[in-house]
């Protein structure tokens, strides 16, 4: 066949109009369906089957609400025939209001570290997830805040907790550089104070130094009670030196592996658009404001290293493990597992203006995120975590601990003033401790003897009008009692095995059934299985 020279030009243009079209076509693929194969072509065996009905209700009501689904909400699930069920589900409980109390507890154990408690800070996160503030916006607000500003104030607490005197101690300036770094950009250059770090090449003395020059001004302000702070003038540049050289080194405020930004010229005393106040102790206002620079320069959409951190925390809070792991150690030395998926899922959120929520839906709506974490029947040895070839099981915080329990078994009796003190007592003994980062939770002796013994837990477990195990007494079947049991506690229905077990247990203990019942909820509780996602 001839073709005409004259058509060649048309020929050609006509293929690349299919290349683009199918370009465009695949960059209209939703996140979740690009995400799979990026992750299946680098699994190295097979993969684990799709969850279960039951594994996958329990994973995704934990890690988007912080609790269980009741009883009733598990049979009309597993009973629902709809092939997309999966899929509304996400999206009922992501539009729950207790996914913004799920997010406050995940990003308060994140950021603060178990370091203290201040009901503004908790009040700014709870607003910022129930009206889905853009991650970048929150950030800007955490480190330049605003005391003029209620609704958003107490993000300052990001600040006052690492500000605050502890004793003879002074404020912990050096932990909130590291702070910064680690928690914005997964970079820890605590390392680089004195010297440029010994085995991570990429983290430079000058980095650390460059966000010293950012927030070490800062102040804890006196004249209000709610968490504010200060700036003192920055009029110079920061002079630092290497413990293993003589030359003295000098540098303004500069994000790692960025510019330094410049210190403008300011004559002494013309430092401040608002001068201080002697009087009412306010520290004014500074015409150029370091944590100002900081907040701006930090979350710009081109920084790739604060997309790729929050996108790295997002992966890991939902999968188990970050692409990046450790989270706060993203550097040459430590590639990630998938840095092409890394760099799609920072991308993607730049572009959704850095929305929280839509990417947690399309994370949980991959078939990674979905897969069982039964290792595949062809497995000689469990898969690498780093695989993502069967689903990680993750434990549960002290919060979800604490709501999942008391829901759960109907322990609400508690009053509404009592709480926060339940919660804190929760935290003492299921929490890690101040300052570690929450990555992993174990079991410890301390959390065995609180179940075993604690009176009011214990109570949970006893017949009380309405609670659990009221419920179990006055279900005169005993097969229809022993599910509601473990749908209620393990949202899955018991095996034959079992259930055997179980009817034999309350057998022998005619007389005594009320207590029986209460003993096998509690043993339900208090299994392994109940302290982890799945």
């Avoid at 009029?235 to 030196?241: C, G, N, P, R, T």
């Avoid at 330094?260 to 004559?267: R, S, T, W």
Wanted: net charge negative.
């Amino acid at each position: 066949m001839k073709v005409h020279l004259g058509l060649i030009p048309l020929l050609f243009c006509c293929l690349w109009l299919i290349v683009i079209d199918s370009s465009f076509a695949y960059s209209q693929e939703p996140l979740h369906v690009r995400i799979d194969p990026m992750i299946s072509d680098r699994t190295g065996g097979s993969v684990s089957e799709r969850s279960s009905d039951a594994e996958f209700l329990r994973r995704i009501s934990l890690d988007l609400s912080g609790g269980l689904p009741t009883a009733n909400e598990a049979r009309a699930f597993f009973e629902d025939a709809k092939a997309d069920k999966r899929s509304m589900l996400i999206d009922r409980l992501l539009a729950d209001e207790r996914y913004a109390l799920r997010m406050t507890d995940a990003f308060n154990i994140m950021l603060i570290e178990r370091r203290s408690k201040h009901e503004e800070w908790l009040k700014f996160l709870r607003s910022s997830f129930v009206s889905n503030k853009p991650w970048d916006t929150i950030v800007r607000e955490i480190l330049s805040p605003d005391a003029d500003n209620e609704a958003d104030r107490g993000a300052a607490f990001f600040y006052t907790s690492r500000l605050e005197h502890y004793g003879q101690n002074p404020p912990d300036v050096p932990g909130l550089v590291r702070d910064v770094g680690r928690m914005f950009l997964g970079v820890d250059v605590q390392c680089a104070q004195c010297h440029d770090h010994l085995f991570v090449e990429d983290y430079k003395q000058v980095d650390y130094q460059g966000l010293y020059a950012f927030v070490g001004n800062t102040v804890l302000r006196q004249d209000v009670k709610f968490p504010a702070i200060g700036e003192n003038p920055l009029l110079k540049k920061v002079a630092f030196k290497s413990v293993f050289e003589e030359e003295e080194k000098m540098t303004g405020p500069r994000l790692p592996f960025g510019l330094e930004i410049e210190i403008p010229e300011q004559k002494k005393g013309e430092e401040y658009s608002i001068p201080p106040d002697k009087k009412t102790k306010s520290p004014g206002i500074l015409k150029f404001s370091p944590i100002r620079e900081l907040s701006e320069s930090l979350t710009r959409s081109d920084r790739p290293e604060f997309s790729r951190n929050i996108a790295n925390r997002l992966w890991w809070m939902m999968m188990g493990r970050g692409l990046v792991d450790p989270l706060d150690l993203h550097h040459s030395g430590n590639p990630a597992s998938h840095p092409e998926l890394l760099d799609l899922l920072a991308r993607e959120l730049v572009e959704h203006k850095f929305d929280i929520k839509w990417m947690l839906r399309e994370l949980t709506l991959t078939e990674t995120y979905q897969r069982s974490g039964i290792q595949p029947a062809d497995a000689v040895d469990p898969p690498l975590p780093v695989s993502y070839r069967t689903a990680l099981e993750r434990p549960l915080s002290a919060e979800q601990w604490f709501t999942t329990l008391r829901e759960a078994t109907g322990g609400s009796t508690i009053e509404a003033k009592t709480l926060t003190e339940w919660k804190d007592r929760f935290d003492k003994v299921f929490a890690n401790p101040p300052k570690e980062p929450e990555i992993s939770v174990a079991p410890t002796v301390k959390a065995a003897l609180f179940l075993s013994n604690d009176r009011v837990v214990l109570s949970w477990f006893e017949r009380q009008k309405g609670n659990l195990v009221d419920r179990l007494c006055k279900e005169e079947n005993q097969s229809a009692m022993i599910d509601e049991a473990y749908l209620s506690l393990l949202t899955r229905m018991p095996t034959e095995e079992e259930r055997t077990v179980v009817e034999q247990f309350l057998t022998q203990s005619k007389g005594t059934r009320e207590k029986a019942i209460g003993q096998m909820t509690w043993a339900l509780a208090a299994s392994t299985e109940f302290f982890v996602n799945h």
